[in-house]
């Protein structure tokens, strides 16, 4: 049975500068649910970019992949999540058992705390780059190894490629959540500048049983960013009635 969507979608605000990440937001916010905000306008920006972003009244997905020693990433994690806004927020699955479970303790309270999840094998890595950095096997494989593994943990939900969604949704059940990126409206259109490696169509990635998808590129590079946002957000919409 097709599982019945209710994938909500998030832009990536790829930006160097807030002050240009602000006025793009404003623009596609009647079309988006949550805004991320990664490492390259954080790094640029600091927590103010996160500040900022919250007063539109959207959430924020604080995608910053914490790796580290469980007390270094429970401290950062306590940090952030008192940021407004922050709904979701990263760490990679690889750091272990033990940082993830540092991380889930350092929120465990609070009822409207972010929820966290395991960044588990990128949607960049195919089969040929996993065996050189140790990992043989499918990259499903792989990815539900990591889900159960943040599920003990204590972890809300995983970062997943479109390729892994029911494999993990059958291994963790229905309330985990799964967030993916590698999102291509057209799948038709080769473009070799493109680094995501696994990759499905929005629709596609509603219908398998998504909670979220992440969407930068077709938006931000698109000649009309308000037009391909309300797209995308429509194909999630029907895709839910299917």
Request: charged share 25%; proline share 7%.
């Given at each position: 049975m097709t599982p019945v969507s209710h994938c909500k979608l998030v832009v990536a605000l790829d930006f160097d500068h807030i002050g240009a990440a602000l006025r793009f937001a404003r623009?596609?916010?009647p079309n988006v649910d949550l805004f991320k905000v990664g490492s390259q306008l954080f790094t640029s920006e600091g927590p103010n970019s996160v500040r900022a972003l919250a007063r539109l009244g959207k959430g924020?997905?604080?995608?910053?992949?914490?790796?580290?020693i469980p007390n270094t990433v429970a401290a950062a994690i306590e940090a952030v999540a008192l940021l407004p806004g922050v709904r979701l927020i990263t760490l990679h699955a690889i750091g272990g058992p033990d940082m993830m479970s540092a991380a889930a303790q350092a929120v465990a309270t609070g009822r409207n705390r972010?929820?966290?999840?395991?960044?588990?094998?990128?949607t960049s890595l195919n089969p040929p780059a996993l065996r050189k950095i140790g990992l043989a096997g499918p990259p499903e494989r792989q990815v539900v190894r990591l889900a159960r593994l943040a599920q003990k943990a204590g972890l809300d939900g995983v970062v997943a490629s479109p390729l892994e969604i029911r494999a993990v949704r059958r291994a963790c059940g229905?309330?985990?959540l799964i967030v993916v990126p590698g999102i291509r409206p057209?799948?038709?259109?080769p473009n070799r500048?493109?680094?995501?490696?696994?990759?499905?169509s929005?629709?596609?990635?509603?219908?398998?049983?998504?909670?979220?998808?992440?969407?930068?590129?077709?938006?931000?590079a698109a000649p009309d960013p308000v037009a391909a946002a309300r797209s995308i957000a429509h194909q999630l919409a029907f895709a839910s009635r299917d």
């Open positions: 623009r596609v916010s924020i997905f604080l995608d910053l992949k914490f790796h580290d972010p929820r966290l999840l395991a960044v588990t094998i990128l229905p309330k985990f057209s799948l038709q259109v500048r493109d680094d995501q490696s696994r990759i499905a929005p629709a596609a990635v509603a219908r398998a049983g998504a909670d979220y998808i992440v969407v930068g590129r077709p938006i931000t």
